[in-house]
DNA sequence: CTGTTTACTATACGATCGAATAGTGTTTAA
DNA sequence: TTAAACACTATTCGATCGTATAGTAAACAG
């Protein structure tokens, strides 16, 4: 028992498998596009084991994103709050900057599935909205709010500060395949995450400016 | 018949509804979320109706996709090459970012989608590179160009800083639901662009810097 | 006036959708 | 040992999916 679950959960690990795949699929296709059969099949199982871990389709996205959230914020936080202590100020902000950009390229799918809901304002956007939005908003603020304590970013409207960084950060992830496609360079490339995190700090820090 | 055209074409305004209606189903859920039926309901059509036009749903949203950029294409760059003219350049700019904004949330349909698209790379995707992306990358990467001319730019890699004002903007349109849900105020709100607006060219221009 | 094209619709097809039900066996608890 | 609980599956349902076909009525070309 303490083994099977020390081995990865054994009783729980098709239905977290499950739940991986749908992840996957309602972050790329959204709700609407993603079918139970679609999903059980990305998971090497059958359709109605999936119905009989999730009854609704409903049930399965609420159980799925809170898993996604779960996960994200087992793996996140811990860099959030550590790296600023043992860095300088500044070399700590790019550290931040350049961890968040390598875990939402490693992990996109929380990422993704906002987007989707976003797209759909709903019932579906309002339940996340309460349930995680509101907290990580609260957190995001507050990450900034130190670091302009510290000096280290631009001393204005944390609220929008936090927006700017964020979709600096977030929307590259997202656009990703296509610049890939269009230059050739693969954004997820240690490259081009090193170059465009300086070039962020260089903005963030007066650039050469006017 | 010159007449008809002048009133928005008649024999094609059906037609053109229905392009109107799956633009936005598409942006919102995506193409396998998006069915003929609800497109015909959108427009207030039949469903045989939309398939007699548009034989299958791949044509569907290829000439939907087309149609959406063309109206961008017809609406933005008017403003792009116009305004650098008659204002200082630093104004010019603010100008630049507040028109793209208020442009982005009045017509977001093209960036739904571009983001529905990104989310699941494939065919659909390729066409709409080497279609529509590999010019508007071009054509960003020229208006930074003459914005750092200008001075009005930080002098950093103009890609990634393409990247970066492309995402402090475009993000803000796609995550306003839940802006707007977490804060109470309309992220699409004239004050609120206003203040985001003024606090992106103070980040640009230093700040209150390090 | 006739024949063809054009815009649009009614009906139907097989496949798949989310969901319900009635089952398998295998653990677990009494 | 027995029975309840659990994990899983086969089959079925009506609705809807994208698509195909046959048809109607008006506009137009000869």
Same mark, same amino acid.
């Given at each position: 028992m303490d083994k099977a679950e020390a081995a990865g959960g054994d009783r729980n690990c098709r239905r977290i498998a499950i739940m991986e795949a749908a992840a996957q699929l309602f972050g790329q296709v959204g709700f609407e596009g993603t079918s139970m059969k679609a999903v059980a099949s990305a998971a090497g199982e059958k359709?109605?084991?999936?119905?009989?871990?999730?009854?609704?389709?409903?049930?399965?996205?609420?159980?799925?994103?809170a898993y996604v959230w779960q996960q994200r914020d087992e793996a996140l936080p811990r860099f959030v709050s550590i790296a600023p202590d043992d860095l300088s100020a500044m070399d700590a902000?790019?550290?931040?900057?350049?961890? #968040?950009? *390598?875990? =939402?390229?490693a992990n996109p799918t929380w990422v993704k599935i906002m987007f989707q809901e976003a797209s759909t304002p709903g019932p579906r956007l309002d339940w996340m909205v309460e349930r995680f939005f509101i907290r990580d908003f609260a957190g995001g603020k507050g990450v900034v709010e130190l670091a302009q304590a510290r000096g280290v970013l631009p001393d204005v409207d944390p609220m929008h500060l936090l927006y700017t960084l964020s979709g600096a950060l977030i929307y590259l992830v997202n656009?990703?395949?296509? #610049?890939? *496609?269009? =230059?050739?360079?693969?954004?997820?490339d240690e490259a081009f995450i090193e170059q465009y995190v300086a070039t962020l700090m260089q903005i963030l820090s007066g650039g050469k400016r006017q």
């Open positions: 359709k109605t084991l999936v119905q009989y871990h999730f009854r609704y389709k409903q049930q399965l996205w609420e159980e799925t994103v902000m790019e550290e931040l900057c350049r961890y #968040i950009l *390598r875990f =939402t390229f656009v990703a395949p296509i #610049i890939e *496609r269009v =230059t050739g360079q693969g954004a997820d």
